[in-house]
């Protein structure tokens, strides 16, 4: 159960939905057989953050409200914070912005709170994404929220997340007509990655 779930999780962050949902029924059956609520929480999570990935929106907030529920009726926040990100970034995505804001403040609260800070350049991204989707777009906290997604990335050296939040920024400095800014940013990221290319700026 381990297992699927946590590659589930992996599965749902490359975009591999179909096999990130099969692997969460299977997490979610599995526990079920055995009676073991932590698993099937964690499975639920999964499964909620797929449904919100596809747009099926009434059925990711309700699974994954339940799968928040069960998985902390064990006593654990550990990764909710990193479910609230995904999850509200697939609701800003479909325009539920409400629902992407809640899930922010919620999961930097809980940030807050705990200490864990593995999703938290993450949920600074998203954050940005959502300021910039409003009916009136507040580019400077955008800016802002991708500037301390980058800063804490670089501090955790966490690659991956430095590239989300690099191609934010550099998205917004291009949309600005700071394309220089955009490109120097992104070549200063993907320098570390082989055959690296910034041509669609």
């Keep these: 159960m381990f297992a699927l779930a946590a590659t ?3 599965h749902i962050l490359v975009g591999d939905y179909a096999t990130a949902n099969m692997q969460s029924d ?8 055995k009676g073991t609520v932590t698993w099937k929480g964690w499975g639920m999570m ?3 953050c797929v449904f919100a990935c596809t747009g099926t929106v009434y059925d990711a907030v309700q699974t994954m409200s339940s799968g928040v529920d069960a998985w902390r009726s064990t006593g654990s926040t550990l990764l909710v914070p990193g479910y609230l990100t995904i999850f509200a970034g697939a609701n800003a995505e479909r325009g539920n912005l409400d629902e ?7 999961a930097m609260g809980l940030m807050e709170a705990t200490g864990e800070r ?8 998203i954050a940005g994404e959502v300021a910039l989707m409003v009916p009136e777009p507040n580019a400077a906290k955008a800016e802002a929220h991708f500037e301390g997604a980058l800063e804490v990335a670089r501090k955790q050296q966490a690659k991956s997340w430095e590239l989300r939040a690099a191609m934010s920024m550099a998205r917004l ?3 600005q007509g700071k394309r220089q800014q955009a490109r120097e940013l992104l070549t200063s990221v993907y320098g570390w990655l082989p055959k690296a290319s910034t041509r669609w700026i």
């Design 8 to 10: 589930s999780l992996t």
């Design 26 to 33: 299977e997490v979610i059956l599995l526990a079920d057989e």
């Design 46 to 48: 999964n499964q909620g």
């Design 100 to 106: 992407a804001r809640r899930s922010i403040d919620e």
């Design 118 to 125: 593995l999703w938290e350049a993450e949920t600074n991204r």
């Design 173 to 175: 400095w291009r949309d």
